[in-house]
């Protein structure tokens, strides 16, 4: 066996050189300063040129981003139960840095946000209400209720965290198995080469990062503005404005940036356990005091659909359907997230040292897409359940935007103002946490790799970071959010898929792997060479061209060599 060590170098230093790129913070930050007047100063314009924009992108590409999903999904799959799953996220002898319920517990927080507190009710709802094209079902019926799961199943679960998955192994590949740096320039190293990748095209592909995460984490911090708003207005009957909106962005962002000047990396850690506290503490509450029975019938019943019919939903592209509900769903969720592959990626790179591949993408695929399909059952199945008895209106909560759908469902329980409060510190927790550590990755970007970068800087990139979601929510709040983070991800989603072709690269010279299957093909050649020798050393040399060619080539070999001179 091979005792190479050059492929299993152990996990980077983190006293890595923590200076910011100049030239890279300066291009970014200037770019996004521009989006941010832009929005502020042309309203109208910005509006017309990312409304067209938006129309091109979902006219010619909705299939990449449709395919792309796919391929993340497909490779997930194909690499976790290959010859490529042995392979270590570090040394061949390095054991996991977490245990297993230490590393689950922290998947689970990765896969729980802003997103799931904003949509868990209302994306259902908006299903149920209004079919997605194509369904074949009716509105406000059973088949709805279904079909509204299996959506929500299909946008939130496996696919997104199959494209989390690729950017995280990758990551963690470069980082632990190659003891490169922690920034996605790093993981090009195999097309790129070692010079280049630390050059100006490592930079591009670091900055187009940057924008992603940039817009991506906006999109969520503004979703998390819209529903606290949403929830003052429902509880306290504090007016609903998009003042009240950036207050509520100005507020948390301080709160932000009074954790990163703290240096409170344990305070955000705690916060991030008093998260999944709270959410799994709200998530029981619905479930005992909501329709129990229905919930448990419906998860089995929901996921089974949603598996049944992963393959039609995967594939499902603007060719017969409605582009403009594409858009405002499928393609701009894939989008979504995909602009946040390098953030949460890189959370589950660092949290996965030691693990091999296939217990990485297992957990990866798994876990939180298990803690998904139970969240929406509980959150989406009651407010559905509570609409078809007729025990209360939810579907009448749809015209006031999926902000309102949670506090609506949490209103129909006991205790509905505690729990309304409890929710919206949820919401303002995520919101906290998902800027410190989006703004930490934005800032490693930008620091050559570094794991620590300056706090000065982590700070700046948080502030920009909610200056674009304030100035997209006063250009056309949740529109315009959308169109944002779909423009930004078409560059993108080619960085993802070229990162894609440079892991397989590595993956495939791995020894770790060790050797690949002897192909029945490779068999037949070796034997047809091992004849053509054997008959010319028998009957003298051969005179077409290309059999003399396989012969000389068995000869090179010592395929049919029997000790007789030819």
Known sequence: ??????????????????????????????????????AALGKRSFDRVSTTALGWVLSNFAW????????????????????????????????????????????????????????GVGEPLQHFVAPPPGSGVSPDSPG??????EYSFFHWTLHPWAIYGMAGLALAYAGFRKGRGNRLSSVFVPLLGEERADGWPGRIIDLLAVFATVFGTATSLGLGALQVAKGLNITTGVKDSTSVELVVIGALSAAFVLSAFSGLHKGVKWLSTLNIALAACLMLFVFLLGPTVFILNAVPAATGSYLHNLVTLATR?????????????????WAWWLSWAPFVGTFIARISHGRTIREFLIGVLLVPSGATIVWFCVMGGSALR????????????VAEGAEASLFALLDTLPLATLVSWIAMLLVMT??????????????????RGALHPRNWLVVTWGVLMAAVAAVLLVAGG?????????LVALPFVLVMLALCWSLLTELRADPGAGPARHHALHGLRDALRTMVGEAMTEQG??????????????????????????
């Open 386 to 397: 509570l609409d078809m008895t007729g025990a209360a209106d939810m579907a009448g909560t």
């Open 1 to 38: 066996m091979s005792t190479e060590t050059t492929d299993a170098s152990p996990s980077p230093p983190s006293s890595r050189d923590d200076r910011p790129d100049p030239p890279l913070v300066a291009v970014g930050a200037v770019a996004v300063l521009a989006v941010v007047a832009w």
């Open 144 to 149: 709805a209720a279904r079909t509204a799961l």
């Open 317 to 333: 592209t603007g060719a017969f359907t409605d582009s403009a509900w594409l858009g405002a769903w499928t393609v701009f969720y």
């Open 478 to 486: 949740l529109k315009s959010l959308q169109s944002a983070t779909i």
């Open 541 to 566: 040399p051969v005179r077409h061209p290309r059999l003399r060619r396989v012969a000389e080539s068995a000869r090179e070999r010592g395929d049919g060599d029997d000790g007789r001179s030819s």
């Open 64 to 119: 990449l981003f449709v395919i792309a999903a796919d391929v993340f999904l497909v490779l997930c799959v194909v690499i976790a139960l290959s010859r490529f799953g042995r392979i270590r996220l570090g040394a061949d002898d390095d054991r996991p840095e977490f245990g297993n319920l230490a590393w689950i517990a922290m998947m689970f927080s990765a896969g729980m946000g802003i997103g799931l507190m904003f949509y």
């Open 430 to 447: 995520y919101f906290i946490t998902s800027a410190d550590s989006a703004s930490l990755v934005m800032g490693s970007l930008t620091s």
